[in-house]
């Protein structure tokens, strides 16, 4: 059996069809099929999937799970049917929530198989047949044309200006142009111009390929190992949730069960009774209600998140974003635009443009020393703008629909189009003129196109500045065709060597008159060189805002690019990843030098360092985990299938609505609407506010079970009668718990969130900041049940109870105001600002109301009618627990 090859790049294209047995005229149909035996088809395996039957078994094994099916049975064999069904709804769409997480993992896998191409153009027996591509083996010898998807990894064995795009799988942005010669070995696969890669495009030109890989022995099918091999871990919200359900139960078991022993074997309580009553205790206090109020919690941030354009596929996902204190960010789209844009221009009399505008919007200004110049009034300008509009096969299309421009053709070619246009030429003037197009030629890296005007022929040519430069005879000026000198050549030199320092793409533009009908090599030279221009993928006008605000918030920003070195660290210096002052003097490193660096001193560069540059998927998995093994929570970007193993392994994977690939989609938590970076800072503190209504709901949810329990326990210590029957303390969890929780969660950020620290990744919902909290309210909830209790008992047993209901709903609720912000006083926020926290709190009383003072309501729940100066009364009392946390919080903010 003919093994693979090893780093085939670095042999020659010969050497390599010699070891696969291969031919110049392709393989023999006989060879081929027994090769396919042997290699199997080229396509990634299909994994056998869990059933889903399995994965949403799984979901029943958690702790919360378990309490609330216990909460169910015991509400069932207490009589109560209808709070069964609720709790056995809330454990199902508990479930439901850890199911989608799973099986979203197994389609991400499938798109990965749905992205191979179905057919392929090889030579068998000499011949040039189609065969599908999943009956491609190594040793086959692939035609390759523009437009072509590439059906396997290969080496190129000849090519014409054959130019792929591969930012899907490395990140760069713009076509690669592919050549013949062999590499050295240890070249990073960005940089293998003689390889194609399984699933990547041709953007032009033509090449024959041998193929070397199939199947899992492709780039394509590392990533696909990778992405498979990767644990799925429980969500980091889900952890706390289960935390904070074990907590609650606990108190809910030890309470029920002091209760029931307190009162049957110290004070002598009927069984039947005492035992209602323990059930009762425990249903209220098992937070049956936490999972869905929770999934409330989310799902509310989740539509805020939507309205800011971060699309959320995993409802944790929402939370856990509030806790991130490391961003692994893309450049390519998320920190830039995407799109190729003319920055600078220079003519060869001198004269230099700057041009404003973004994308492919054919709109913008030229300014000369920064004044606003009109470009139609200068003839040298307009010879340049015309010669890019003319050597140009791309087109710019406007989307009625998204109102947005998009472009059909080379980047490159796109960005002079648009240029042009900026300077009112107009393309479509010149299309039935053309005589002759001689696309990119990869040798003499340039491009030309033949036209005809009114009176003569032009050639209008376009490509790399060195190259023009050589083959120009003339400069442009204002005053006609002037001989080119060496003082000009060095002046022209220098502003390439300026303009490329700082990342930019340069073109030069340059044109001739002829009298040919066809384009011949030796027609492009003594050229008129009308000048160069610069061109850049710029970053997105709000990045730097945006990185800036992540730097405030204690979070940090790190570039993980398969771009250029010297590209990445422009765009982190533009966008403030990198701050010109007070760093190291290592801006970045690319993989190569990470891969020469041992543990500690790989550990020490990603703690240092903000930028890497030509990472393959592999490396930027390694560093998404070394990030997590020193304690950050993480949230990685990503558009391309290189990116899809970190996407997973992140706390968050964040992945682009409209640059992304299906793989990148399927396996993230969060879809950018808008591919911007700006918006994964907005979802942060969306996140961070998630966080936040999360843990005052529960506080908010535990205080009434608390409060309830301990009464109870002093009643029967006391020697009193049972304040509350089973029936009362559900009621009373209905009223207090059953709306106002609901609405606490559509509670809105209060202050500057983005300006306070990440919130710790361990940290509990409930923690110490929250038990003052808790210790006030719950304090006065039972002081004042107790003593009101006392008050009425000597009157009636029913009419005790009844202001022992009362005041615990009424303390309850004034606890909703306080708990809209644990910080800021609810009166420098707004009382009545949140207008369904009034809703809810206005429903709740109505329920208080009717079940305490309608005759037939109140006899069910064996409660008695107060008057009104009582009820009033007991109303101010409760209001004690609004005073007691303003009191609190303003000692806490001296």
């Not at 309470?255 to 009553?277: C, M, N, P, V």
């Not at 409060?707 to 207090?736: K, M, R, Y």
Request: glycine letters at 6%; charged letters at 20%; proline letters at 3%.
């Amino acid at each position: 059996m003919i093994k693979h090859i090893k780093n085939p790049h670095s042999l020659p294209a010969t050497e390599i069809i010699r070891q696969l047995a291969g031919s110049i005229n392709g393989l023999d149909p006989k060879a081929a099929r027994e090769r396919l035996k042997l290699y199997g088809r080229n396509e990634l395996p299909t994994v056998r999937s869990v059933s889903p039957f399995l994965l949403l078994f799984k979901q029943f094994k958690s702790w919360l799970i378990i309490i609330l099916i216990l909460a169910a049975i015991i509400s069932w064999l207490a009589g109560e049917t209808i709070d069964t069904w609720v709790i056995i709804s809330v454990v199902f769409i508990n479930a439901g929530i850890g199911f989608s997480q799973e099986y979203r993992a197994e389609k991400a896998i499938a798109s990965l198989r749905k992205m191979i191409v179905k057919t392929a153009k090889v030579f068998r027996g000499g011949k040039l047949l189609i065969v599908p591509s999943a009956n491609l083996v190594p040793g086959d010898l692939v035609v390759l044309e523009e437009g072509d998807s590439i059906p396997a990894d290969g080496r190129i064995v000849q090519s014409k200006n054959f130019r792929t795009i591969e930012a899907s799988l490395t990140g760069e942005s713009i076509p690669v142009l592919k050549e013949n010669e062999t590499l050295p070995g240890k070249t990073p696969l960005a940089d293998r111009k003689n390889m194609v890669w399984k699933s990547t495009f041709v953007a032009g030109g033509y090449a024959q390929v041998i193929v070397t890989g199939t199947g899992l022995n492709t780039a394509l099918g590392d990533i696909s190992e990778t992405l498979g091999s990767i644990a799925i871990r429980r969500s980091h919200f889900m952890r706390k949730t289960d935390v904070l359900a074990r907590q609650m139960s606990i108190i809910a078991m030890i309470s029920a069960g002091l209760i029931f022993l307190a009162g049957y074997f110290i004070r002598g309580y009927g069984f039947q009774e005492i035992l209602l009553t323990s059930i009762a205790a425990l249903v209220a206090a098992v937070p049956e209600g936490l999972p869905a109020v929770i999934s409330i919690v989310l799902a509310i941030g989740a539509h805020r998140m939507a309205k800011r354009n971060a699309i959320i596929r995993e409802f944790t996902a929402t939370e856990t974003l509030g806790s991130v204190t490391a961003i692994l960010t893309d450049k390519t789209g998320t920190l830039t635009q995407n799109s190729l844009t003319v920055r600078k221009l220079y003519l060869t009399d001198g004269q230099e443009f700057t041009v404003t505008g973004e994308g492919w919007f054919p709109a913008g200004n030229f300014l000369q020393e920064k004044t606003v110049i009109d470009a139609k009034n200068n003839n040298a300008l307009q010879k340049l703008l015309q010669i890019a509009a003319i050597s140009n096969n791309s087109e710019i299309h406007h989307n009625t629909e998204t109102d947005t421009y998009e472009l059909v053709g080379d980047p490159t070619e796109g960005a002079l189009l648009v240029v042009a246009r900026k300077g009112g030429i107009k393309p479509k003037h010149f299309q039935q003129s053309k005589l002759d197009d001689l696309p990119f030629d990869s040798t003499m890296k340039l491009r030309a196109t033949l036209i005809q005007t009114e009176n003569e022929r032009e050639l209008h040519v376009t490509g790399a500045p060195e190259k023009l430069l050589d083959r120009s005879a003339f400069i442009l000026t204002p005053e006609g065709e002037l001989e080119i000198t060496t003082e000009i050549k060095e002046k022209v030199e220098r502003k390439i060597s300026e303009w490329s320092n700082q990342a930019m793409r340069i073109i030069a533009l340059a044109y001739k008159k002829l009298s040919v009908q066809k384009i011949e090599e030796k027609a492009l030279d003594e050229l008129v060189l009308a000048g160069i221009v610069a061109m850049i993928d710029p970053p997105r006008p709000d990045t730097r805002e945006a990185v800036e605000k992540c730097r405030q918030a204690g979070i940090r920003v790190v570039m993980v690019t398969g771009d250029h070195v010297n590209t990445a660290i422009a765009i982190a210096k533009a966008s403030g990843i990198i701050k010109e002052e007070g760093e190291s003097e290592v801006k970045a490193l690319t993989e190569q030098q990470l891969l020469q660096l041992d543990e500690n001193e790989f550990e020490e560069a990603v703690r240092n360092i903000s930028v890497f540059a030509r990472l393959t998927p592999k490396m930027k998995l390694k560093i998404a985990g070394c990030l997590q093994s020193m304690g950050h929570l993480i949230a990685m970007t990503g558009d391309g299938v290189n990116d899809a193993p970190a996407l997973k392994q992140a706390d968050v994977g964040i992945s682009m609505g409209i640059m992304g690939t299906d793989v990148a989609r399927d396996t993230s938590d969060v879809v950018l609407a808008d591919d911007n970076f700006a918006s994964i800072v907005n979802a942060v503190e969306e996140g961070r506010i998630v966080f936040i209504n999360s843990r005052q709901t529960s506080i908010f949810l535990v205080t009434t079970n608390i409060a309830e329990s301990i009464t109870i326990l002093f009643s029967i210590a006391l020697g009193l009668p049972l304040p509350l029957t089973a029936t009362q303390i559900l009621w009373l969890n209905l009223v207090t718990d059953g709306v106002t929780d609901i609405s606490l969660a559509t509670e809105r950020g209060h202050g500057d969130i983005m300006k306070a620290s990440p919130l710790p990744g361990n940290e509990n919902i409930l923690n110490r900041e929250m038990l003052p909290f808790l210790l006030i309210n719950v304090s006065l909830m039972v002081g004042l049940a107790l003593a009101v209790f006392y008050h009425y008992i000597d009157q009636s047993i029913e009419k005790a109870r009844t202001g022992v209901f009362i005041i615990m709903a009424f303390t309850q609720l004034f606890n909703v105001f306080n708990l809209r912000s644990i910080h800021k006083s609810v009166f420098e926020i707004g009382l009545f600002s949140n207008k369904y926290i009034n809703l809810a709190v206005g429903i709740s009383i109505l329920l208080l109301v009717l079940v305490t003072e309608v005759p037939g309501l109140s006899g069910i729940f064996h409660f008695q009618s107060l008057k009104p100066l009582d009820f009033i009364t007991l109303f101010v009392l409760s209001s004690s627990v609004l005073w007691a946390s303003e009191w609190y919080k303003s000692i806490k903010r001296k």
